[in-house]
């Protein structure tokens, strides 16, 4: 079975520019949740798509908004970048039927100059 | 919502049990207890997920106190190859809390290193 699949693996983007990024999950998961993940603040939960609907949202900015398609992939934006942004953003997909039995890609690092 | 703590960091060696307790006083009643491991450059991988009491995998055992205001990962006898990053998670990803308050809390993690 493939596992969760990231892209792109890098990226550098400059101040105020806004990035997607995207993610695919296992094959028949229904949930992906989204994660940002810096030296400072470890890792923080962003949120969470379940068959399309956005189900939980942790507290971040309006600028970062993510969406999921009907084949259960899902796209994370974030707009109008800061330096603050730098940091590797995970995704991981589950059942989304309870529990935190989460299978993690391995990210995408982003960089903002 | 739940916080979580967790030590920093641990040392070990080869061939010990390594026990590794998380902190998570306000803890509600429809939240999990799981743990993941991360290696650099990786995403986390799950290690184990409670509940209450005593849950026990191929590779580990998570013990939870009647109370669940903590939780204890147990690996039994660790190899180098356990050198990372364990984190502790507390919440329900399933559970709707609705507003814009997240409900799922990663601990810090834990830097356990394994020394031959």
């Known amino acids: 079975k493939a596992g969760v699949t990231q892209t792109p693996r890098y990226l550098i983007k400059t101040r105020g520019q806004q990035v997607t990024l995207s993610c695919s999950p296992i094959?028949?998961?229904?949930?992906v949740s989204w994660y940002q993940q810096t030296p400072g603040q470890g890792l923080q939960f962003l949120f969470e798509?379940?068959?399309?609907?956005?189900?939980n949202k942790g507290n971040f900015p309006g600028r970062f908004s993510g969406r999921q398609f009907s084949n259960s992939r899902s796209e994370m934006n974030v707009s109008t970048l800061e330096l603050g942004d730098s940091a590797l953003y995970l995704c991981?997909?589950?059942?989304?039927?309870?529990?935190?039995?989460?299978?993690f890609g391995n990210g995408t690092r982003l960089t903002v100059t | 919502l739940a916080k979580t703590t967790q030590p920093i960091s641990m040392d070990s060696y080869e061939g010990q049990e390594v026990n590794i307790t998380c902190s998570h006083n306000?803890?509600?009643?429809?939240?999990?207890i799981t743990w993941y491991q991360q290696f650099p450059s990786q995403g986390p991988r799950f290690i184990i997920q409670?509940?209450?009491t005593k849950v026990t995998n191929e590779v580990a055992s998570l013990f939870i106190p009647a109370d669940r205001k903590s939780s204890t990962l147990s690996l039994p006898r660790v190899s180098l190859s356990d050198t990372a990053v364990y984190y502790c998670?507390?919440?329900?990803?399933?559970?709707?809390?609705?507003?814009?308050?997240?409900?799922?809390?990663f601990g810090k993690g834990t830097k356990l290193s394994v020394k031959p």
């Open positions: 306000n803890i509600a009643t429809n939240d999990y």
């Open positions: 409670g509940y209450k």
């Open positions: 998670l507390v919440g329900d990803l399933a559970m709707n809390y609705g507003g814009s308050q997240g409900n799922l809390i």
């Open positions: 991981a997909s589950g059942t989304g039927t309870g529990g935190n039995k989460l299978h």
């Open positions: 798509y379940f068959s399309e609907t956005q189900r």
């Open positions: 094959s028949g998961h229904r949930s």
